[in-house]
């Protein structure tokens, strides 16, 4: 089973921009997707984005034109660039892996903090 490791949050003012990373432990070529979510206090954790191993994204309306998803698969390690961002992004973020139709492995997550 591959391991996550989620990393790259921090505090940053509207308008600015954060890249998080998920590093798997091992190969992310066969796999259904690489799914981004995020989770804000008292709310439910909502899907941000995804990426197939084909390379396809989805991007939820509330992040599209602001935030990109891409791979590096020679470091099995997939980026969210986030750029523009907004209080409202404020969450923890979480990557994802989708194996099988079945969520296999889940990073801890990191922390995204947007001052307005």
């Known amino acids: 089973q591959v391991q996550l490791v989620n990393s790259g949050g921090g505090l940053v003012q509207a308008g600015g921009s954060l890249r998080l990373s998920c590093a798997a432990s091992?190969?992310?070529?066969?796999?259904?997707?690489m799914d981004w979510y995020r989770q804000a206090p008292g709310l439910s954790r909502e899907l941000v984005g995804s990426?197939?191993?084909?390379?396809?994204?989805y991007l939820a309306d509330s992040v599209k034109g602001r935030f990109t998803i891409s791979t590096d698969s020679a470091k099995n390690t997939v980026y969210l660039q986030m750029n523009g961002l907004k209080p409202e992004d404020t969450a923890i973020y979480y990557c994802?892996?989708?194996?099988?139709?079945?969520?296999?492995?889940w990073g801890q997550g990191t922390q995204v903090t947007v001052s307005s």
């Open positions: 994802a892996i989708q194996r099988h139709g079945m969520y296999e492995s």
């Open positions: 091992g190969s992310i070529v066969n796999i259904d997707s």
């Open positions: 990426i197939t191993s084909g390379g396809t994204t």
